[in-house]
């Protein structure tokens, strides 16, 4: 078990401009813009936010032909596992053979909580307890 617990966490450029920013919250954008306001932007000017990531990774696979599903529940139907560990938990059924797949092609965003390795969490900094996961799959 875990006998002690120490939280790492890694100080990023939007924690630094997020700290700047209360600073200045007259001239702040609302709650709901804090991920635009800082303007995460690659060289090429692709937008590198978790929404702009995750929005480019969906749109790649849909304009390749996969199907894009919503995220499952983080509490499966699945009696064999607690919570979703991993982006391939909603399809299991199809794995098994249990159901028929419903597309050919999928992507997916996963909201997922990491159980298998708990212990690794806060040591490391990438070890984390909530992630999404980004998923592309054919059932052909």
Do not use: W
Request: glycine residues 8%.
């Amino acid at each position: 078990g875990v006998r002690a617990a120490r939280v790492v966490r890694p100080i990023t450029a939007a924690a630094v401009a997020s700290a700047d920013a209360t600073k200045e919250r007259d001239a702040a954008p609302t709650a709901g813009d804090n991920e635009k306001a800082f303007d995460l932007r690659d060289a090429a000017g692709r937008d590198i936010s978790g929404a702009g990531i995750r929005s480019r990774f969906l749109a790649f696979y849909e304009a390749r032909g996969h199907a894009m599903l919503d995220s499952s529940s983080l509490v499966p139907e699945d009696p064999t596992v607690l919570l979703t560990i991993a982006g391939m938990l909603q399809f299991k059924p199809v794995f098994m053979g249990q159901e028929e797949r419903k597309v050919p092609r999928a992507t997916t965003t996963q909201k997922c909580v990491r159980t298998n390795d708990i212990e690794n969490v806060g040591v490391t900094a990438r070890h984390h307890t909530f992630f999404e996961m980004l998923g592309n799959f054919s059932f052909g």
